[in-house]
């Protein structure tokens, strides 16, 4: 598996599963911009068949077989098209099927589009970024993306993308987590989180939480998945008063949190509630389930 996707065979993918879900009419229009787009090549017909698609396509949500997420992943690992629609899909395909052999011409045209998309067309543009050529040059345009305050464009780059995971320096990771935190987005959604953490961060989400209580409001238990392994003295202070919430989610995060510290005194605590650490150990308590269940509960 790699981090840069196979052009060619990510564009043969995408098109298979295309012609599985158009009508004829819609068949028939996108065979005319393919025509156009491998003939021509003039960015005009390129802007113009990536932003008319939603006149032709309809925004018809996949169904996709298990097979087919294998192959998603293969491709690029951590490509999940499980979330996309079919209007995301034909876009990211006029994506790859326009030259970009010529870095570039294509960079210059790729850049005109994020810079002139409407919210729906971003949304495709920076779910597409695991794909797209050249990945090492977009990564400040995905930092970028997370600035935005539109939700549904914050989601397309922070979660089920394994884009910021691969190619986001640890400033830009940082505050798309926290900004996560912040907008009550599901953390659990975000690829490679384990992976990414740092002490940084941790202290980052530690301090938020401060603010927050001091201010009597709540803090989504997921913030703890981050905090766990660089829980010091000061820190257990802070999980000590999550594990004592009267929320039970909290608590389970905050036994989440202990188990992944290697503080004697961390590991102590835990060992006062041995059913719990049993939980953990077997996996009956992790992070995947505590997330959903933060994701179906009503936000303050």
């Given at each position: ?114 810079e002139t998309a409407d919210i729906d067309e971003q949304i495709t543009l920076y779910s597409a970024l695991p794909l797209l050529p050249y990945p090492e040059e977009l990564t400040r345009r995905a930092a970028e993306g997370i600035r935005t305050n539109i939700t549904a464009v914050f989601d397309a780059i922070a979660l089920d993308n394994p884009y910021p995971h691969d190619f986001l320096d640890q400033n830009p ?128």
């Amino acid at each position: 598996m790699s981090i840069q996707a196979d052009i060619s065979r990510a564009s043969g993918f995408l098109k298979k599963i295309i012609e599985e879900n158009l009508n004829e009419k819609e068949s028939e229009w996108i065979r005319s911009q393919e025509t156009k787009l491998r003939s021509d090549g003039k960015p005009q017909i390129f802007y113009l068949a990536f932003s008319f698609s939603s006149r032709f396509i309809r925004k018809e949500k996949l169904q996709l077989a298990p097979e087919q997420l294998a192959e998603a992943d293969e491709i690029r690992q951590g490509f999940q098209c499980e979330h996309w629609n079919l209007l995301q899909l034909v876009r990211t395909y006029f994506l790859l099927t326009y030259p970009y052999q010529d870095e570039k011409t294509y960079m210059e045209q790729l850049t005109k589009l994020y810079e002139t998309a409407d919210i729906d067309e971003q949304i495709t543009l920076y779910s597409a970024l695991p794909l797209l050529p050249y990945p090492e040059e977009l990564t400040r345009r995905a930092a970028e993306g997370i600035r935005t305050n539109i939700t549904a464009v914050f989601d397309a780059i922070a979660l089920d993308n394994p884009y910021p995971h691969d190619f986001l320096d640890q400033n830009p990771w940082n505050q798309m987590v926290l900004k996560a935190v912040f907008m009550q987005r599901p953390l659990y959604k975000i690829y490679g989180a384990d992976q990414r953490k740092n002490p940084e961060l941790g202290q980052m989400l530690v301090d938020f939480a401060r603010e927050r209580w001091a201010a009597h409001r709540k803090v989504t238990p997921e913030l703890w998945r981050f905090v766990g392994p660089f829980v010091n003295e000061e820190i257990l202070s802070d999980i000590s008063k999550v594990i004592q919430s009267d929320d039970l989610l909290e608590r389970k995060a905050g036994f989440m949190a202990l188990a992944a510290s290697d503080l004697v005194e961390a590991q102590a605590l835990l060992d006062e509630h041995p059913e719990i650490k049993e939980n953990i150990k077997s996996g009956k308590l992790n992070w995947i389930l505590i997330g959903k269940e933060v994701e179906n509960t009503p936000q303050e």
